[in-house]
């Protein structure tokens, strides 16, 4: 679907759009967004945006990207890693090798699993990190200490952090976006998103690709008494509270947000739309990121991987065509919260059961966002964080399953500035890391995206409860081997 833009104005905007008509009419007519803010950067940038992948649930490392021979040489035997070991559910049991056969990838040889195969084709471009270490096992607290640096709730996520830094290269589109996995959001829901105590603004747009209504309340309900006049009436009504409303509170940000959020709902009916509508992507692009002929309408009614292909993949796909129109933060959600039968990569039960169809789905979208970027000479300025919550353990759960490891996992980065190999081994088991007097933390990794982006991360503050408030809290250091 396609729209005019003189004859959407002319038909009064409506809903969101409309609700801020006064402040949207500039000169002739056109919709026009508010100010970009100004760009906070302290050297010369290397790149211009990022992509988070986020495998909620937490996907295991030693089943995809970190080779471990000695589990397949114990497997079955009693595990002993010569400490004692504390799980989140369950009293360690035996070695469990991976069930997947690993093969070497690439020039680097690097040794990746078959449920991750597709990104054989990108090994080289990735910079892989297996000695991260989180602070907890528990989900909502894990997964918060990934996206906002702190493990509890009340601080903006990473992509918010970006959006105030940066600010907005799009007019008409969001600055942070957010595409969740089709059942639903992960643990924590919109907090791991949150623009928190920065301006609201900041805080990341959910789009759902695929959905009927991709973008929530962007459009009016069906209705017979919205029309052109009883628009204008209310609107000149609204925007004289506003400005009353407006003068009484200088320093309260929420009405100049909401206002902008109106602003950008108007831009976006105009634009969304068109970002959206992958209809006008060739057919091979269309094959090359995994889109099933159905479309989303494909059978999910078990997890499998045709779907998973379908529907991570056209989360890339989308991720591509807004990152080319100015988005600086785009997070990507494989999983949803916990739910049974598993549709997340908390693998409890049955490792061989749910990271097949998951893993080959994710690593087939995400080798085609690579090698898409590459050929339009966007890797090179755009940076791509894959991440989880944290690991899954070397010894067994029940049979085939495996428990929490937050002592040590697996992250990798593309493009941007970054430069493929390993950086960061775990030990023999992929228990702990290897040298565990110098491990790398999500602050590392944090501070050497800001880096990466032009940012000093010690100097991007905002002062908060009387405390200069910053994405890396009082830790971090840039990865300089990890920079080309």
């Given at each position: 679907m396609s729209f005019d833009r003189r004859d959407f104005l002319k038909q009064g905007l409506g809903s969101f759009a409309g609700l801020a008509l006064a402040d949207l009419l500039m000169r002739d007519g056109i919709v026009h967004a508010a100010p970009k803010p100004s760009t906070i950067q302290?050297?010369?940038?290397?790149a211009k945006r990022v992509v988070q992948?986020?495998?909620?649930?937490?996907?295991?490392h030693i089943d995809m990207f970190d080779h471990k021979p000695l589990l397949d040489k114990k497997d079955g035997e009693p595990w002993d890693p010569g400490e004692s070991v504390e799980l989140f559910q369950s009293q360690p049991g035996a070695c469990f090798a991976s069930p997947w056969k690993f093969r070497p990838y690439g020039e680097s040889g690097k040794m990746l699993s078959e449920i991750?195969?597709?990104?054989?084709?990108?090994?080289?471009?990735?910079?892989?990190?297996?000695?991260?270490?989180?602070?907890?096992?528990?989900?909502?607290?894990?997964?918060?200490?990934?996206?906002?640096?702190f493990n509890f709730p009340g601080f903006p996520s990473a992509g918010s952090w970006i959006s105030y830094g940066l600010?907005?290269?799009?007019?008409?589109?969001?600055?942070?976006?957010?595409?969740?996995?089709h059942r639903g959001f992960a643990s924590n829901g919109a907090k791991n998103w949150s623009g928190a105590f920065l301006a609201a603004e900041h805080q990341g747009t959910v789009i759902r690709p695929g959905n009927e209504k991709p973008i929530a309340d962007l459009f009016p309900p069906p209705s017979d008494f919205i029309t052109p006049g009883s628009d204008k009436a209310g609107l000149a009504a609204?925007?004289?509270?506003?400005?009353?409303?407006?003068?009484?509170?200088?320093?309260d940000d929420r009405l100049t947000a909401r206002v902008r959020?109106?602003?950008?709902?108007?831009?976006?009916?105009?634009?969304?739309?068109?970002?959206?509508?992958?209809?006008?992507?060739?057919?091979?692009?269309?094959?090359l990121y995994g889109l099933a002929p159905e479309g989303p309408g494909v059978d999910d009614t078990v997890m499998n991987v045709k779907a998973e292909t379908e529907f991570f993949g056209r989360k890339c796909l989308v991720a591509r065509r807004l990152l080319e129109r100015g988005i600086r933060f785009v997070q990507i959600w494989s999983g949803n919260d916990n739910?049974?039968?598993?549709?997340?990569?908390?693998?409890?039960?049955?490792?061989?059961?749910?990271?097949?169809?998951?893993?080959?789905?994710?690593?087939?979208?995400?080798a085609a966002l690579i090698q898409d970027l590459k050929q339009r000479g966007m890797l090179d300025d755009t940076i791509i964080l894959w991440t989880t919550e944290f690991g899954r353990m070397p010894c067994s759960q029940g049979s085939t399953g495996r428990d929490h490891n937050p002592f040590t996992f697996?992250?990798?980065?593309?493009?941007?500035?970054?430069?493929?190999?390993?950086?960061?081994?775990?030990?023999?088991?992929g228990f702990k890391p290897l040298d565990r007097n110098h491990p790398t933390e999500v602050y590392d990794i944090h501070a050497t995206i800001l880096h990466l982006l032009g940012i000093d991360h010690t100097r991007l503050t905002v002062r908060h409860n009387g405390i200069d408030r910053r994405l890396t809290d009082v830790h971090g250091h840039v990865l300089e081997n990890m920079l080309a």
């Open positions: 302290h050297h010369p940038p290397r992948l986020f495998m909620a649930g937490a996907a295991s991750v195969a597709p990104l054989g084709k990108v090994a080289d471009d990735m910079a892989f990190i297996h000695n991260l270490v989180g602070k907890t096992g528990v989900h909502s607290q894990a997964t918060l200490l990934q996206t906002t640096g600010g907005s290269d799009s007019d008409n589109l969001p600055t942070f976006v957010v595409l969740p996995d609204l925007e004289k509270i506003n400005r009353a409303y407006a003068a009484e509170r200088p320093d959020s109106y602003q950008l709902a108007a831009a976006m009916q105009l634009s969304a739309t068109d970002v959206l509508d992958l209809s006008s992507e060739p057919q091979h692009i269309q094959d739910s049974h039968p598993r549709r997340n990569w908390d693998s409890h039960e049955d490792v061989p059961r749910d990271h097949p169809p998951l893993s080959l789905g994710m690593a087939h979208g995400t697996t992250n990798w980065l593309c493009g941007g500035g970054i430069k493929g190999g390993t950086y960061g081994e775990s030990d023999e088991w």
